[in-house]
Structures are given as C-alpha cells and as structure tokens.
C-alpha cells in the first residue's frame, strides 16, 4: 500500500480565450463545520489477480505486479491543513488508476488524453478549462479530525473515476463522515463489462475498501453505508447481500432497476432476504415507448423488497447523466431540453441534501434527520413537479429463525411454544426441523443457558 501525493496544479490545454468561459456548475450546498482533507493511497488486492501474462491490447509480455490494482480516494473531516485543489487535480489522478509504474510524464499523458476525448470533446475548450480551474473544497494531505466518523463507500458508474461525483464525497466529509471511493475497473482490464461478472467485481472492491476502513483509525466501521451511482447501484446491493455489515445503501439511477436479468442470475440476492435501508433516487421516468425499446423486462426488485424501509426519491429535472458532478461540469448545452442547466444543477443539491439526511437517519440515528425524510419534499422548499418521494417502512420481519430468537430474547425463552405457535399462524410454512431446534438447543447449553 502506498499512500500517492499528487502534485497541485492544473491542466494546461492549449485552449485559446478558456480564462474567459464561466463555470456551467458549482456546488452550491453549504458545507457541514468541519474542513475536508483527501489521501489518495495506492494499493493491490493481493487475493485477486488482474493482469494476464499478455497483454491484449499491445500483445506485449506483462511485467510486475499482476494482483488488482485499487486506487482509493479517502475523503476525511479534517483540519484546514494541506493544500488547496482545483478540479482538474482530480482528474489528474486517472492517469495512473489503473497502473501505479507509470512515470509522473506518462500519468500526466494518459490523464490528458482521457479528458480530451471524454470530457472535452463533450463541453468543449472554453467551458472545459473553466471546469478544470474550478475550486474544490478538499484539502490534500490535511491533518485528520478527531473521529470516530461513519464511513460512505461510493461505487461510481461503470468503468467510471473514483471522483465521478468529487462534489457529494466532500460534502459528506464536511459534515463528518469518511468516504471512500476507487475506479470501476473491469475484472481483467480497465473497461468494466456489463454482465454479472463485473458487477459482482465491483462488489468485490466494496468488500476490499470495507477492510481498509477497518485500519482507519478516525473511522467507526460499524457504521457503514454504500452509495452507488449507475452500474455502482447494482454493486453496491450485491455487495450489502453478502455483508450485513453495511446499514444502509444509497441508489443514484441504480442499475439494480436497469438489469433484472442480473439480479435474478445472482441467487442469493432475493427481496425477501434483503434488509438494507434504502434511499433510491431515480432520475425523469422513462416513457412506455422507451421502456419497449430496452427489450428487458420490467424490474420488480425495489416492488418487492418488504423487509427494510425503501425510500423512493423521483428527481424529474434529472436525467441518468446528471447524477454526477463530472458529467455535470462538462455537459454541453444540448443534454438539458426539458429543463435547463440552473433547475438541473439545484436538482443535483437537492439530492445530495436527501442523501445526508438519509446517512444521518440511519448511521448517526438522528430522529430529527429521519423526520425529515418522511415529510413532503415540498415542506422542504423543492416543488411538487420537480420532486417526489414514495417511503415505504419495513414490514415485520417474516417468521423465521432469526426472528423466533428476536422474539424469545425480548420475551424469554419460556415462551417459546407460544410465540413458535403465534409464527405458524401467520406463516403456516415456517416449522423448525427436529434437527435444527436439537442443535439450537445445544449452542444454548454451550454458552452456559440450560433454562
């Protein structure tokens, strides 16, 4: 593991009048009291390969590491130490994403390259150099606070930036919590692929960034949530299906909703065992037409999930880009027709408000912040036509194991015939094998509980 110090400074394109182009996005959310420092630390996952002996795109031998490269991003509360960024330092950082050998000039080249054909080409010269000298609030390098703080891993779009959506892992961190982020790498290359293998390689970078919080020591890891933007929406439910460590998951446009066909192929994922906490915010609705184009069928995933409190946020300004400050910075005046710029811009705050409440509610407990999610959007100032919000709490847990135990630990384990006869009532499928409740018994015995 080795912690990166990037050198500040801008890009400099050879862009003619670019000084002179306004910013199209600045984020406008006023930050929580602490000042936000960032670590960029680069390490393998040594329990997973990555590079093959050949390399497919030169054909050329592959020397030295070939374990799984992550570059993680660390946002932090902090003190106001360090130094200042702008946003292209960020992207300065994909450079060497996918690689920690290259040399600062070849970085530098890839970086330059990456931007050119996926930024540039899109906002053009003028406002892409206003984007690139836009001021950050993060601080690299900062001295900690002290902690302990929740913790935020962020899961970007496919084959996307850890730093997609830089603006939000900030904001987080002002308001006291770690955020960790690293790139959507594909499972043998840097292009992520579109199928279970690499969703599921994402949730296993979920579960890599999870380990490192745990050597954090500002960090609380038992606070844990998942945020997710796009194909980083699908990946991060996979994720908190395997690990019940993580508290609550948080949806940009989700791909959870966009690929049934990979839900459905991932067998231990099911809405009935799921129990996450979510907040999922979908973007402008799909029209019937549009949906008959796709030619998948309908997503029932979010419908039928009964077992953990769902919060489903419509921000209608929003279209699947917008989800993300990058985009954000670099859309051309083209991408925004039915709503312009400034409304999607709000939009974009707005969203990142419902975010913050949501992780205050369900890591910090904070009743107040809870309140807040249950009441109208429009009692928050966002209009009706803009904004819409479907809570749906929890059901009681389903009769089962788990919940026959919750139930004697409450009651005592002398009503075990009533609340075991009050379950198949409810369910009459739930029964206890003979076998199970025999084993049961003795692991009570173990621990030194024969009543």
């Known amino acids: 593991m080795r912690v990166f110090a990037t050198s500040v400074a801008v890009f400099v394109f050879l862009v003619s009048g670019a000084s002179q182009a306004a910013d199209v996005f600045r984020f406008q959310n006023p930050p929580g009291p602490y000042p936000v420092g960032l670590q960029v630390v680069h390490q393998y996952d040594q329990a997973r390969g990555w590079r093959g002996e050949i390399d497919p795109v030169s054909g050329k031998r592959n020397e030295g590491e070939s374990a799984r490269p992550l570059q993680t991003l660390v946002w932090y509360p902090a003190t106001a130490s360090g130094k200042a960024m702008v946003y292209g330092d960020y992207l300065r950082l994909i450079g060497s994403e996918d690689d920690f050998t290259r040399s600062e000039q070849a970085a530098e080249a890839v970086a330059d390259s990456v931007v050119r054909r996926n930024y540039l080409s899109e906002s053009g010269p003028a406002q892409g150099q206003a984007a690139l000298a836009g001021p950050m609030r993060a601080r690299l390098g900062a001295a900690a606070a002290s902690g302990p703080f929740p913790v935020v891993i962020y899961a970007p779009s496919i084959s996307a930036p850890a730093m997609e959506n830089a603006d939000l892992c900030e904001y987080l961190a002002s308001h006291g919590y770690i955020v960790l982020a690293s790139p959507s790498v594909g499972t043998r290359g840097r292009e992520m692929g579109n199928d279970l293998e690499g969703a599921e390689t994402q949730a296993a970078d979920i579960a890599f960034l999870v380990r490192h919080v745990h050597g954090l020591p500002q960090a609380d890891a038992r606070r844990l949530a998942v945020a997710g933007y796009s194909w980083g929406g699908l990946a991060n439910v996979l994720a908190a299906a395997k690990d019940r460590r993580i508290k609550a998951l948080v949806n940009f446009d989700g791909s959870v909703r966009a690929?049934?066909?990979?839900?459905?192929?991932?067998?231990?994922?099911?809405?009935?065992?799921?129990?996450?906490?979510m907040l999922y915010v979908a973007g402008r609705p799909a029209s019937v037409e549009q949906l008959a184009e796709r030619g998948k069928p309908v997503s029932g995933f979010l419908n039928d999930v009964k077992y953990a409190d769902l919060y489903k946020l419509t921000m209608h300004p929003m279209e699947h880009f917008a989800f993300s400050?990058?985009?954000?910075?670099?859309?051309?005046?083209?991408?925004?027709?039915?709503?312009?710029?400034?409304?999607?811009?709000?939009a974009y705050g707005w969203t990142a408000d419902y975010v913050l409440h949501f992780l205050n509610a369900y890591l910090k407990e904070d009743a107040a912040a809870k309140a807040w999610l249950e009441a109208p959007p429009a009692s928050h100032g966002m209009p009706a036509y803009a904004v819409t919000m479907e809570a749906r709490p929890a059901a009681a847990m389903p009769p089962g194991r788990e919940a026959l135990a919750m139930e004697l630990a409450r009651r005592g384990f002398g009503h075990a015939e009533a609340a075991y006869a009050a379950m198949r009532k409810r369910d009459s499928g739930f029964s206890l094998r003979e076998a199970e409740l025999n084993d049961w018994g003795y692991q009570l015995l173990n621990r030194g509980e024969p009543d």
């Open 325 to 346: 400050s990058t985009y954000l910075r670099f859309a051309s005046d083209a991408r925004f027709d039915q709503y312009p710029r400034p409304d999607v811009n709000r």
């Open 259 to 277: 690929y049934p066909e990979l839900v459905a192929a991932a067998k231990y994922l099911t809405p009935g065992s799921f129990r996450v906490p």
